[in-house]
């Protein structure tokens, strides 16, 4: 079943055809910062309204399996994000999407959907960006766990990406980067350092 696009008050559908001759923006707040992996024209710092960056999601794919699941970030309700905003060209619009959707949809964990990102440029402009926000009512969905708890999760964490403490600590190098810090994604990043993954 193909993933829609949903609009931000998502009181109705947003056709994913709509504005094909506009540039596509994406809002990257996880991996996509360091490793976008589809061609853009600028990458502009940006801040997302109403929504936070949280290790609220088991990985049953990426950095997980189902029996072993790891943890990986995703768009939870209330507060602000800070990531990136990547401009793509209209011409590869659809192609990016289905990447997109390829990449961040194995399991259908998120919801795909529209939100306004502001811009941190000189004209500080708002843009419709596509970003994924985790699905609450998904298997996949973790809620708020303790530190000790997604500690556990992500020293344990391997999928077919890669092991899971490598995807936290190089979302925080990325994350500073962009000059700004998560402090929960700090704290955990500090107990991993010392640590050795210990999967096989």
């Given amino acids: 079943m193909a993933t829609k696009i949903v609009s931000e008050t998502e009181l109705s559908n947003t056709d994913p055809d709509s504005g ?7 809002f990257g707040y996880g991996s996509l910062m360091w490793r976008p992996g589809f061609e853009f ?6 801040r997302l309204i109403g929504e936070h960056r949280a290790l609220c999601v088991y990985s049953f794919d990426h950095r997980g399996t189902p029996e072993k699941p790891g943890l990986v970030l995703g768009l939870d309700r209330g507060g602000a994000c800070r990531g990136i905003a990547f401009r793509v060209a209209a011409s590869l619009r659809d192609a990016t999407v289905e990447y997109l959707r390829a990449r961040e949809q194995t399991t259908n964990v998120y ?7 502001w811009l941190d440029n000189a004209a500080r402009e708002r843009v419709a960006a596509l970003t994924y926000v985790a699905d609450r009512g998904h298997v996949q969905y973790a809620g708020r766990l303790s530190l000790a708890e997604q500690l556990r999760y992500v020293q344990h964490g391997y999928g077919r990406s890669g092991n899971n403490r490598d995807y936290v600590l190089e979302t925080v190098k990325a994350i500073e980067a962009q000059g ?3 402090e929960q994604l700090h704290r955990l990043a500090l107990m991993l350092h ?5 999967h096989r």
């Fill in 194 to 198: 010392d640590d050795t993954p210990r």
């Fill in 41 to 46: 024209i600028e990458q502009v710092p940006a």
């Fill in 20 to 26: 094909r001759k506009a540039d596509l923006w994406v």
């Fill in 111 to 117: 919801r795909e959907v529209t939100r306004s990102v």
């Fill in 180 to 182: 700004f810090r998560d």
